[in-house]
C-alpha cells in the first residue's frame, strides 16, 4: 500500500471537510490533496523518481502536510530535517543520503545553502522554498503547485517501500538515518488512533513538529479518522488555549515542557477547557507533581506515550 492511499479513502468516507485550520484560514481535505497532486508532477518534472530523497526542512505550516503527501504519491521518501541541527550536521545528512532535492522555509534557507557548501558529495541540485512569497532565485512550493494541473497516479508502493527517511538526534555520533515503509507508519498510526480512542468528532491541536516522527504519526491518524487539525506554527501557551476554547479542541499531543508552560500561564485557571478529552504526553519523563496539578487545573485526561523513531514510533500508553 502507499500512504497517499489513505487520503484518497478519507474522501471517498468523509466528502469534503475542512480538515486543517492555520492562523484563521481552513483548508479542506479535498484542497490538500489537489495541491499534492499538482505539486507531485512539479516535482516529478524536476526529474525526481520513486526512491529518491526529498529533503524538507521547515516549520509547521500547511505546505508540510501538502510536501508530505506530494513525496508519497510520488513513491520519494521524505526526508524531514530538524532545522535545530547545525549545518555541519544538515551536510552530513545530505551527504549520507544523497538527497538531490530539497524544500525549505526561507528563514532556514541560509542554514541550507551554508551546509550545501560544507557538503562533500555536492548531490542537491534543487532548492524549493515553501513560503508564499518566493525567494529570489528559487522555485518555490506555490510556482510548482500553480503551474500544473491537479490529478497524479500515485506509485504502487508495496508494504515495505519506504516512505520517510528521518534522521535521529546524533547522541551517540553524528544523525543516523531511519527507514519508516509505507506500512510501518499505517499500522502504527492505526493502533495508536485505537489505543487513544480517536472519534472523527474529534477536533486536534497540533503544537508538536510535523517533521517529527510523533508529529508524521499523528498527522496520518487525522486522517483515518478525519479529524480537523488546529496547526501552530510554534508552540505559544497563551495561544493554545484560547485556540482550545475557539475551536473546542478535544485532543492534543505534548511535551512535559509544554504542560508545565500551560499550567503556569496566567489564563490558565479562567481558560475554558472543558471540550478536552485527553492530552498524549511523551518526550520525556512526567513528573508526577506536574502530573497531579495539571489535571486539578485543566479537563481532560494525561495519557503517558513512549515511543522512539526506529518504532515508527508508538511503542506504549499508560
Known amino acids: 500500500m502507499n500512504l497517499a492511499e489513505l487520503t484518497l479513502n478519507n474522501i471517498k468516507e468523509f466528502g469534503e471537510y475542512v480538515s486543517?485550520?492555520?492562523e484563521g484560514r481552513d483548508y479542506t481535505n479535498v484542497e490538500i490533496n489537489r495541491q499534492a497532486e499538482c505539486l507531485a508532477k512539479g516535482l516529478q518534472e524536476l526529474g525526481m523518481k520513486p526512491g529518491d530523497r526529498l529533503a524538507m526542512m521547515m516549520g509547521n505550516a500547511p505546505e508540510v502536510l501538502v510536501t508530505f503527501a506530494a513525496s508519497y504519491k510520488l513513491g520519494t521518501w521524505a526526508m524531514p530535517i530538524l532545522f535545530v541541527l547545525q549545518p555541519e550536521e544538515v551536510a552530513h545528512i545530505l551527504d549520507d543520503s544523497e538527497v538531490e532535492v530539497c524544500v525549505v522555509h526561507e528563514i532556514f534557507l541560509p542554514k541550507m545553502l551554508e551546509a550545501r557548501e560544507l557538503s562533500a558529495k555536492g548531490t542537491l541540485k534543487h532548492i524549493i522554498t515553501a513560503d508564499a512569497e518566493p525567494s529570489e532565485g528559487y522555485p518555490s512550493v506555490h510556482q510548482l503547485i500553480a503551474g500544473n494541473p491537479p490529478g497524479f497516479e500515485i506509485y504502487p508502493a508495496k508494504d515495505d517501500d519506504i516512505a520517510v527517511l528521518l534522521y535521529t538526534s546524533g547522541t551517540?555520533?553524528?544523525?543516523?538515518?531511519?527507514?519508516?515503509?509505507?506500512?510501518?507508519?499505517?499500522?502504527?498510526?492505526?493502533?495508536?488512533?485505537?489505543t487513544q480512542k480517536f472519534r472523527h468528532s474529534d477536533v486536534a491541536l497540533f503544537v508538536l513538529p510535523l517533521n517529527h516522527s510523533f508529529g508524521i504519526i499523528s498527522s496520518i491518524g487525522g486522517?483515518?479518522?478525519?479529524?480537523?487539525?488546529?496547526l501552530l506554527s510554534w508552540f505559544d501557551a497563551g495561544n493554545s488555549l484560547e485556540l482550545i476554547e475557539r475551536y473546542k479542541c478535544s485532543y492534543a499531543g505534548v511535551v512535559p515542557t509544554m504542560l508545565a508552560m500551560l499550567v503556569n500561564h496566567p489564563d490558565a485557571e479562567q481558560s475554558d477547557t472543558s471540550s478536552m478529552d485527553r492530552w498524549i504526553v511523551s518526550g520525556a519523563p512526567l513528573p508526577m507533581?506536574?502530573?497531579?496539578?495539571?489535571?486539578?487545573?485543566?479537563?481532560?485526561?494525561i495519557l503517558e506515550g513512549y515511543g522512539l523513531t526506529e518504532a515508527s514510533p508508538g511503542v506504549s500508553l499508560n
Not at 551517540?172 to 485505537?194: D, I, R
Open 172 to 194: 551517540t555520533g553524528m544523525p543516523k538515518g531511519v527507514m519508516l515503509s509505507h506500512n510501518n507508519l499505517y499500522l502504527n498510526a492505526k493502533a495508536g488512533c485505537e
Open 223 to 230: 486522517t483515518l479518522y478525519g479529524i480537523k487539525g488546529i
Open 289 to 301: 507533581e506536574l502530573y497531579r496539578r495539571f489535571e486539578k487545573t485543566f479537563h481532560g485526561k
Open 20 to 22: 486543517l485550520v492555520f
